[in-house]
């Protein structure tokens, strides 16, 4: 047994515990020591200070789950792991897409010779002269989070599409442009057939389409009727069991239904605002729906499972308190310790909203937090004036004059303050007062401004990174969900 | 003052106390994970408590009293796990450590000097054990070296900015005073 006065192994203990292998005897002769002599823990404080100096400073996760090393010194403003991985997956979107892309140009490439040889081998598969060559009527110009069924003809980006090929997207978004002029959005899942430079069968599923007056005529084939615009932009859905309905946004639609001989046997108008159903045998007018928002009428916008509206930004910017634009892939708040202090603008396009203020229930913002401080808040706020300054100043302004920014919600509220922040997930913040006074006002909308808030007492800002809006293909951009009242 | 006021006060004074109060829990709780964790109930309890904030009492020893609560709450769950120090010795090193820890500021820019004056091999060591957090097994296996020479050699450069820290505090003491 060790002689309670003999502290000569006290070193050999303070080593066991700061590197982290201490035995249990250890730890109970450290307790020892430590209990009956006074100079013992002056030592070993001193001792864990320096140990708990250099975690916290030096360490990644020394300054608990979510802050960033930034805080702490610039040596370790943003540890060279944390870039090389943030740069990484925005190589790794980059080469996916290429090597996706790679794979199926290769696979095309492939099946372009096993065809020649099997159409050379095999003459009668040749179209004939009198057949012509077949035409391109439609091309998918841009594509969404799409995941495309294999049997499908087409299934990327920029794929032009021959007359008769169809379109199985099992979820996401599709834009098809029509050689007309014609765009439609497909809204996966669906199954929808190019007829011609003017037309498309819908077998299921949902769209929208948008169609520029010069291309008025364009229609839309369902099992049991057609829908003719007549200039305008329309959603139409069919379901499982074949019924279908469409939605007038803008303009108006003829509605021609068929009979079984594919004959038109009752012809209805539908308008702008107004929703019918195509059930067997009847046109049926529908009541002006909530459910205006299944649809996704552009890319930037979808529907969740819970029917609501989700919107990616349509543009953002972090700039720093010289006026300067600091984009580095991220929506910075706040400053780190040597640089200047960030603030992030996010705008959201909400004409492609269904909905009217009053049939907004709830609009939250949602933030994707890659790293922050320990404590603080980031104050959301409605931008009051545009981004840019007039008079040929490109610069963006700073929200630094108090007044000019109307606070709508901040992030130190409760439920929202982060403690710590947790990075790696979404937070929310309740912005549905300036999305009802956008959709009143589109012309006031100037988007959201991200400031980190600043301390009373050190004047520093708070700071934090949210995960860019890069591209509608990058993960986790901010969102705006929008809910609409429950139908009565 | 008004509330929003009080709460920015608030978390502001959370924020300039958490390298203090993590030398203050991992003087109590000597292992680096654990301490983490109990920084961050007692950032939970902090918040928690935040109606009972009083801006105009001073914080630290307020917030050194949910550290020492949540402290004990560790102990007790860990009685059984022999790596935790009884109550009698957290009480003596708490009521110790609180003036020591409330000087993390100083002692992290005097620390900023200090690890200047150390050698390129030493800071790399450093390096390995804080920023890479590798085990000192696996330095000692990188550097062919035995793992009781890679702990000595921490050992003392640990000890040398302990000194250091101590006599750079002391002569910004010495000048003010």
């Not at chain 1, 050379?120 to 012509?132: A, C, F, K, M, Q």
């Not at chain 1, 959603?235 to 939605?247: C, I, L, R, W």
């Not at chain 1, 933030?367 to 300054?389: D, M, N, S, Y």
């Not at chain 1, 303050?417 to 929310?428: L, N, S, W």
Request: net charge negative; with cysteine; charged share 25%.
């Amino acid at each position: 047994m060790a002689d309670r006065r003999d502290t000569s192994d006290f070193p050999a203990l303070l080593q066991a515990i700061s590197d982290g292998v201490c035995t249990a005897k250890q730890h109970a002769r450290l307790e020892a020591i430590l209990l009956d002599d006074a100079d013992a823990r002056e030592t070993y404080r001193q001792y864990m200070a320096v140990h708990a100096l250099l975690t916290w400073r030096m360490s990644p996760g020394g300054q608990g789950q979510a802050v960033a090393a930034a805080t702490i010194s610039a040596d370790y403003a943003e540890p060279a792991d944390s870039r090389l991985r943030r740069a990484w997956e925005a190589c790794y979107d980059v080469i996916s897409n290429y090597a996706v892309l790679g794979m199926l140009i290769s696979g095309l490439f492939i099946t372009t010779i096993l065809l020649s040889l099997a159409l050379w081998t095999v003459p009668d598969w040749r179209p004939s002269e009198t057949e012509g060559r077949p035409q391109v009527v439609a091309q998918i110009t841009r594509t969404r989070q799409a995941s495309w069924d294999k049997n499908s003809d087409g299934n990327f980006k920029n794929v032009e599409m021959f007359a008769g090929e169809r379109l199985l997207l099992r979820s996401g978004l599709a834009e098809v442009t029509f050689e007309d002029g014609a765009i439609v959005t497909l809204n996966g899942p669906v199954e929808f057939v190019i007829d011609t430079a003017g037309s498309g069968s819908l077998r299921r599923g949902k769209l929208v389409a948008r169609v520029a007056p010069a291309a008025a005529g364009f229609s839309v084939q369902t099992p049991l009727a057609t829908i003719v615009d007549l200039g305008t932009e329309f959603g139409v859905t069919v379901e499982n069991d074949q019924s279908a309905s469409t939605t007038v946004f803008a303009g108006s639609v003829l509605v021609q239904q068929h009979a079984a001989d594919g004959t038109t046997v009752r012809e209805h108008v539908v308008k702008a605002g107004k929703s019918v159903l195509l059930e067997p045998g009847r046109i049926v007018a529908a009541k002006p729906e909530t459910s205006r928002i299944r649809y996704a009428r552009n890319l930037q916008t979808s529907v969740d499972n819970e029917g609501n509206l989700v919107l990616l930004p349509t543009a953002s910017a972090t700039v720093d308190e010289r006026g300067q634009a600091a984009w580095n892939g991220a929506l910075k708040t706040g400053r780190d310790k040597m640089g200047p202090a960030c603030a992030s603008f996010l705008h959201f396009d909400l004409a492609a909203s269904p909905l009217a203020a009053d049939e907004v229930e709830s609009a939250t913002l949602k933030l994707w937090l890659t790293a922050a401080q320990q404590f603080g808040a980031t104050h959301i706020q409605v931008a009051a004036e545009p981004w840019k300054r007039p008079a040929g100043q490109p610069r963006l302004d700073l929200p630094t004059t108090p007044g000019r920014y109307t606070a709508v919600a901040t992030s130190r509220r409760d439920g929202d303050v982060h403690i710590p922040p947790a990075t790696g997930q979404y937070h929310e913040v309740d912005v549905t007062a300036a999305v009802q006074s956008w959709l009143r006002d589109p012309a006031g909308n100037f988007g959201l401004v991200l400031q980190g808030m600043k301390s009373p007492t050190t004047g520093e800002y708070f700071t934090a990174t949210y995960r860019e809006y890069a591209a509608v293909s990058g993960s986790n951009p901010p969102l705006l969900v929008i809910e609409a009242h429950d139908p009565e | 003052m008004a509330a929003d006021d009080a709460m920015d006060l608030l978390v502001a004074r959370i924020n300039e106390v958490q390298q203090g109060l993590y030398a203050f829990i991992l003087t109590l709780v000597p292992n680096t994970e654990d301490a983490r964790d109990v920084l961050a109930e007692t950032n939970l309890a902090l918040w928690k408590k935040r109606a009972e904030y009083d801006p105009r009492r001073e914080f630290w020893p307020w917030a050194c009293q949910f550290a020492r609560v949540q402290v004990m709450a560790f102990q007790k769950r860990r009685q059984r796990d022999r790596l935790v120090f009884g109550e009698a010795l957290l009480e003596k090193l708490a009521g110790e450590s609180q003036p020591q820890a409330a000087l993390a500021g100083p002692m992290e820019l005097a620390l900023e000097e200090c690890l200047g004056l150390l050698s390129v091999k030493q800071r790399e060591l450093l390096g390995q054990r804080y920023q890479q957090e590798r085990s000192i097994a696996e330095i000692a296996e990188q550097s062919r070296r035995t793992a009781g020479a890679v702990s000595d050699a921490l050992y003392r450069v640990r000890l040398a900015l302990a000194a250091c820290i101590k006599g750079k505090l002391a002569n910004d003491e010495a000048r003010r005073g």
